[in-house]
C-alpha cells in the first residue's frame, strides 16, 4: 500500500504540473538551485589542502576484534584475507568470521576449517536467517566479542591487510577518537584499468579530506578501526539505512567522539568486475546516502556549519541532478511539439540548460581535483564517473517516491553476476530525450550541445567497458590460494 500510495502520490504530482506548467519551472528552479550549490560546494573541497591528523606512538597494545561479515563469500578468497590477518604484526587481537545466510555449507565450510587451523584467536559463526543484512551479522559480531577487547576493525572479506594496520591506526587514538578510517585500495588494478581506481580514489582525496578539515568524519565500510564504546554509545549498527557505516559514523559524533581519517592504504581489496555489479554498488551508495542525509536532518542537533557542509558534502558525492530535468524534458518536449504553447518552450530550455550546467559543474571539479596529475588523466576520471551517472540520478529519488530497494551485496567475483535494473538499462534514454529537444527547437546552438552531451555519454560507456575487461582479466590470480601455503579443500588440511 505505501508504495501504491507514493506511486498515486507522482502521477497526481505529474498531472497537476502538466495543468500549472509554472510548478514545473519552480521545480526545475530549485534542483538546478541545489546543483550549484553542491557544485560550488565540491569545487571548494577540491581546493582544500591535505589535513594531516596529528599521531603519538601507542605505549600499550589493546586487544583489538576483527569482524569480518561474509555472505556467499568465494573460499579461496576469504581464506587469503584471514591469512594477511594471521600474519599482522600486533598479538593481542580475536577474529570473528560471521557468516550470514549463505545457503550452500560447501561455500562457508573450508572456512570455517581454516579459522580452526589457524588457532583460537580465529573464530567462526555461520547463522541462518539473519535480518538487517550487513549492519544485523555485524551487530551479531559484536555479540561474540570478547569483552577484553578495547577497539573492534571491520574489514570486508575480500581485503588483504597490510601487517602494520592495527598499530597504524592507534596512534591516532586519543581518547576523544571513537573512528579511524583509512581508504579503501585495490588488488586488482594496474596501469590499464587505473581509472576506474582513480575515480574512486578522488572520493577520498576530496570528501575525506574535507571531513577532516572539518571534524566530521564518517566511515566508509571496510578498514574502519572503532573504539569499542564508541560503538555501544552509538547504538550498534542501524537498519535505517543500506549504508549502515556512514549512519554509524553519524551516531559516532552524536556519542560526542570525533573521527580521524588517515590517508594511506592498510588494506586492499577488489574491485567489481562487470558493469552491472559496478552499478549495482554505485546505486547501493547513492540510494543509503539519501536515506541517511534525510534522516540526519531530521534527527540532527548539532549544526555547526563546517559539519553541516562536510556532511552534505560527503552524503551527496555520488549524486548528480539531472533525474528532474530528464523527465520533465522529456514531459516539455512531447508537450511543446503537440501544444507549441511558449511556457512548454521556457520549460524544455530550462531542463536542457540545467543538464548542460549540472555536466559543466562536474567537469569543472573533476579538472581541479588534487594529486591526479595532467589534464587527460582528469579527463578520463570524469568520462569513468559520467558512465555511472543514471545511478547518481535514479537512486536518490527512489527513496523518495519509489519501492524501498532493500541491501544489495556488491558482486566482486567471476561467474555471479548480476542483472542490470531498470535505471541502468535506461542508460540511452538522455540522448533521446535530447535529440527529441533538439527536433523540437531546431536550433543550431542545441544540436551542437546535444552532440558534446551524446559524445560524452558513450564515450563514457565505451571506456568503462574497456577498463573493467581489464580487470575481468586480472581478477583471476585473487581466487588462488598462494603456492607456500595451499589449503586443501578436499582434505581440509594446509599442504
Not at 543484512?133 to 577484553?148: C, H, Q, R, V
Not at 560526542?256 to 592504504?265: I, K
Not at 559496478?278 to 556549519?305: A, K, P
Request: hydrophobic fraction near 45%.
Amino acid at each position: 500500500m505505501k508504495h501504491f500510495n507514493r506511486f498515486v502520490m507522482l502521477a497526481v504530482a505529474l498531472c497537476v504540473g502538466i495543468a500549472f506548467p509554472q510548478l514545473f519551472i519552480i521545480v526545475l528552479s530549485v534542483n538546478l538551485l541545489i546543483a550549484i550549490v553542491i557544485g560550488v560546494g565540491r569545487l571548494i573541497a577540491a581546493s582544500l589542502k591535505p589535513h594531516t591528523p596529528t599521531s603519538k606512538l601507542s605505549s600499550t597494545e589493546p586487544f583489538v576484534s576483527i569482524h569480518i561479515a561474509c555472505y556467499n563469500e568465494p573460499p579461496e578468497l576469504l581464506i587469503q584475507t584471514l591469512k594477511s590477518v594471521s600474519n599482522l604484526n600486533y598479538s593481542n587481537y580475536e577474529v570473528i568470521v560471521l557468516d550470514n545466510n549463505t545457503p550452500d555449507e560447501e561455500t562457508w565450510k573450508p572456512v570455517q576449517e581454516y579459522c580452526s587451523y589457524l588457532g583460537d584467536q580465529f573464530k567462526f559463526y555461520h547463522f541462518d536467517n539473519v535480518k538487517g543484512f550487513k549492519a544485523g551479522a555485524l551487530n551479531i559480531s559484536y555479540e561474540k566479542t570478547s569483552p577484553k577487547a578495547d577497539y573492534i576493525l571491520v574489514i570486508d572479506a575480500d581485503y588483504i591487510l597490510e601487517p602494520n594496520i592495527i598499530n597504524r591506526a592507534l596512534t591516532h587514538c586519543s581518547s576523544e577518537v571513537g573512528l579511524v578510517q583509512f581508504p579503501q585500495a585495490y588488488l586488482n588494478v594496474d596501469t590499464q584499468n587505473q581509472i576506474i581506481a582513480s575515480e574512486y580514489r578522488h572520493f577520498f582525496n576530496v570528501y575525506m579530506n574535507v571531513a577532516n578539515t572539518c571534524n566530521a568524519v564518517l566511515a566508509t565500510g571496510t578498514v574502519s578501526f572503532i573504539r569499542k564504546t564508541a560503538l555501544e554509545q552509538a547504538g550498534l549498527w542501524k537498519g535505517k539505512s543500506i549504508t549502515e557505516d556512514v549512519d554509524l559514523g553519524l551516531n559516532i559524533h552524536k556519542a560526542g567522539y570525533c573521527g580521524v581519517f588517515v590517508n594511506e592504504s592498510v588494506g586492499k581489496g577488489l574491485m567489481p568486475t562487470e558493469l552491472s555489479d559496478l552499478s549495482v554498488q554505485r546505486e547501493r551508495w547513492v540510494y543509503g546516502n539519501m536515506q541517511t542525509l534525510l534522516h540526519y536532518f531530521s534527527t540532527n542537533t548539532d549544526w555547526n556549519w563546517k559539519k553541516v557542509s562536510s556532511n552534505i558534502l560527503f552524503l551527496t558525492a555520488w549524486f548528480n541532478f539531472l533525474f528532474i530535468p530528464m523527465q520533465i524534458l522529456a514531459i516539455a518536449s512531447i508537450l511543446f511539439g503537440i501544444t507549441a504553447a511558449p511556457v512548454w518552450q521556457s520549460i524544455a530550455m530550462l531542463a536542457f540548460g540545467s543538464i548542460c550546467i549540472d555536466l559543466l559543474l562536474k567537469f569543472t571539479f573533476f579538472m581541479c581535483l588534487p594529486k591526479v596529475n595532467g589534464f587527460i588523466a582528469k579527463w578520463q576520471i570524469f568520462v569513468h564517473h559520467i558512465a555511472l551517472a543514471y545511478e547518481g540520478a535514479f537512486a536518490w529519488i527512489k527513496v523518495l517516491f519509489f519501492s524501498d530497494m532493500g541491501f544489495k551485496r556488491t558482486n566482486k567475483f567471476l561467474g555471479m553476476n548480476t542483472k542490470l535494473d531498470a535505471s541502468s538499462n535506461l542508460r540511452f534514454l538522455l540522448p533521446l530525450l535530447l535529440a527529441m529537444f533538439t527536433v523540437f527547437q531546431n536550433q543550431p546552438i542545441y544540436l551542437f550541445s546535444t552532440s558534446i552531451i551524446c559524445f560524452l555519454l558513450f564515450l563514457a560507456e565505451i571506456q568503462v567497458r574497456q577498463q573493467l575487461k581489464h580487470t575481468q582479466n586480472i581478477s583471476d590470480a585473487f581466487y588462488q590460494i598462494s603456492e607456500d601455503e595451499e589449503f586443501d579443500m578436499d582434505n581440509r588440511k594446509v599442504a
